[in-house]
């Protein structure tokens, strides 16, 4: 992502978060949000060692996640140090939220931060999201691993923007909008889980897979009610009418994007895996 001047903005609480803001040059006018979450981010990364030594994951090549998305992931001290963390994360994204004059919203994709919720002028300021696991405890000795991430424009056009927020999973309003049941959300933020893309929100990256056969890619699935979910790679077999065909040859522990180590899960010699282009992802 790319790095503005920022200005900082102290809101009390039973901890002080800083909140960041772009400077309001001409050039760089925020016309979202004037107070940027991934600079918060940032800030909320850098206030102890435990969460500066980490490292940034799922670095997107392809547009427009290259271009708004920022994934981090740190080994916590102790589940409840990672508690901790989360809530702290999930009452940050709200005062910022809040701080853009925006309303924090469930969709299928997760939570976004939005201006004028639920009206025809509806805009999307950032989304946010925080989750630890328990895998790969062998590499996090004290505690789970954290991960956060976070969606948001930096200096692009807001048309631009607002495409480019739908390819990476922002749904407009429109009066048959479905959002998340309150009933579900049990937190701040909702921990939304992974579902596969829809062939109508293409990115690069998909239009690259649909054009490549053979090339290496991947896809994670997290069934529902399982503690965790799996990566398979395979290469492209065939294309045809949105739909990918991967002939899949490994399945991996958790998410690949993420995750520290590779772990190889038993699976058949061969099998064909059949998803929309934008479900897949390359790998290597």
């Known amino acids: 992502m790319r790095i503005q001047s920022k200005k900082a903005l102290l809101l009390a609480s039973s901890l002080t978060f800083i909140i960041s803001g772009c400077s309001s040059t001409p050039e760089t006018i925020r016309k ?25 994951v799922d670095k997107g090549v392809f547009y ?13 001290t102790s589940e409840q140090n990672a508690q ?16 853009n004059a925006g309303q924090l919203i469930h969709q299928p994709s997760g939570t976004w931060c939005v201006s004028n919720a639920n009206t025809f002028d509806e805009r999307p300021i950032f989304s946010a999201r925080i989750s630890s696991t328990a895998l790969w405890a062998d590499l996090c000795l004290d505690g789970p691993f954290v991960t956060l991430k976070v969606t948001e424009n930096t200096t692009a056009p807001q048309d631009e923007w607002y495409q480019s927020a739908q390819i990476l999973g922002y749904q407009p309003y429109h009066p048959q909008r479905q959002l998340v049941s309150p009933a579900v959300v049990s937190s701040t933020l909702y921990q939304a889980p992974t579902t596969s893309g829809s062939s109508n929100t293409w990115s690069d990256e998909s ?15 997290h069934p529902q009610g399982a503690p965790s979910g799996y990566t398979y790679r395979g290469q492209v077999h065939s294309v ?36 929309s282009a934008s479900s897949w992802f390359v790998c290597s």
């Open 240 to 275: 045809n009418s949105g739909m990918v065909k991967v002939l899949a040859t490994e399945k991996l522990q958790g998410d690949i994007r993420t995750a520290p180590a590779f772990k190889r899960l038993e699976w058949h010699r061969e099998a064909y895996i059949t998803a």
């Open 32 to 56: 979202t949000g004037e107070y940027s979450f991934y600079d918060s981010t940032l800030s909320f990364i850098s206030l102890n060692d435990t969460r500066s030594n980490g490292a940034v």
């Open 207 to 221: 239009q690259f897979i649909y054009s490549n056969v053979g090339a290496t890619v991947c896809i994670y699935d």
């Open 84 to 99: 901790n963390d989360i809530a702290e994360y999930q009452d940050l994204a709200k005062r910022v939220c809040d701080a």
């Open 64 to 76: 427009p996640k290259s271009a708004y998305s920022f994934t981090y992931r740190y080994c916590s």
